[in-house]
């Protein structure tokens, strides 16, 4: 009966946070076989740690944590194809309107680009901060000091600033 209750938590938490696992398998996978490969490997490692959950963290910061190791697991062992982020819904717009967004387009595409091109730890960080978590959440989730994420932070952006004048340039 406790396996019983435990499932049942386990799978309504997940189905709250699916989106957790929506957006890591989307920035870490390019093909939709390896997404659906990647979310179950995430859902699989999520259930057979769920026991360890001590609620010390948020359920989602925890649920972070394990989906974003698993993904950069999965991400070196398959890193013969580059991963995409996707930073936007599916886009469902009329064309007449699409027309009227190419340029913002253009440059969440480019934004997206130097985003897969950077390393593991830098894509997490940048995945979570595009998702407005805290500092102090992203360092939780990924182990490190929050000083640690500010400056990080704050390089990547420097980084991606500059690339984007030197493309606008």
């Not at 938590?9 to 390896?34: A, G, M, T, V, W």
């Not at 740690?49 to 974003?68: C, E, P």
């Not at 009227?100 to 253009?106: I, P, R, V, Y």
């Amino acid at each position: 009966m406790m396996i019983q209750n435990n499932k049942k938590e386990f799978l309504n938490r997940i189905e709250e946070h699916k989106l957790i696992i929506y957006k890591i398998c989307n920035s870490y996978c390019k093909n939709q076989y390896d997404r659906a490969d990647l979310q179950q490997e995430i859902t699989y490692q999520l259930w057979r740690s769920y026991g360890q959950f001590n609620g010390n963290v948020k359920f989602s910061t925890w649920m972070y944590r394990v989906a974003l190791n698993v993904a950069i697991t999965f991400y070196r062992k398959t890193k013969k194809s580059k991963a995409i982020i996707q930073l936007t819904e599916p886009d469902n717009e009329p064309e007449d309107k699409k027309e009227d967004n190419t340029a913002l387009e253009k440059n969440i595409h480019t934004l997206q680009q130097f985003i897969n091109e950077l390393k593991e730890l830098d894509k997490a960080l940048m995945i979570l901060y595009l998702e407005e978590k805290t500092y102090n959440e992203i360092a939780e989730i990924l182990g490190i000091t929050e000083t640690n994420v500010a400056t990080r932070i704050s390089r990547i952006k420097d980084k991606l600033k500059q690339r984007f004048s030197i493309l606008h340039n």
